[in-house]
């Protein structure tokens, strides 16, 4: 391992400081760059999820609302049978009254599931929404973070370049 940091050393060891400085910011600009493509990513896969859990809670809102008129019209059923084989009259006003109570049941009932369909689907609308924003607070946090990179390196380079140099270190003396 050391002979392969000497080899390493020997090959750099004409290099000047702030080429080196120069080859660390174009480096590290690179990695911010794949971090932020690497976030944004993993943004798109929790929006895609989030999307997927939306429309899924839409359809068990739906199939809560279908089961509960399927439900309220059973009773129906029911309510006229009992009433053909007892005898009341179709327009009798306590048949009448116990068919409406069912059918206002069941209007309430659908306007609460419609409702809580309504609070899920804005949640995950918000969460989507947020995401939109963390995506943008990152590209504009991430392309800063570049800029701000790129001009302490290239002043570094220059005050480098310039005749402002370093102390230099003699690695030699480390590596043996």
Sequence with gaps: MSSEIGTLFEATKNIDSSTYFLAATGVKTVGTIADIQA????????????????????LKAIEAE???????????????AFQSTAGYYDDGMSFLNINKQV????????????????????????MLFENTM???DLVFGGYTSIAIGLTNGMALYKYNKDGNKQPNIDLSKYIG
Excluded at 39 to 58: D, F, P, S, V
Excluded at 66 to 80: G, I, S, T, Y
Excluded at 111 to 123: C, H, Q, S
């Design 39 to 58: 976030q944004r990513g993993a943004l798109a896969r929790e929006n895609y999820r989030i999307e997927t859990e939306k429309r899924l809670a839409r």
């Design 66 to 80: 279908n089961d509960r008129r399927d439900v309220a019209l059973a009773e129906l059923a029911q309510n006229k």
């Design 103 to 126: 059918e206002n049941k069941m209007n309430k009932d659908i306007a609460t599931i419609r409702l809580m369909g309504n609070a899920v689907d804005n949640k995950f609308r918000s």
């Design 134 to 136: 963390k995506e943008k």
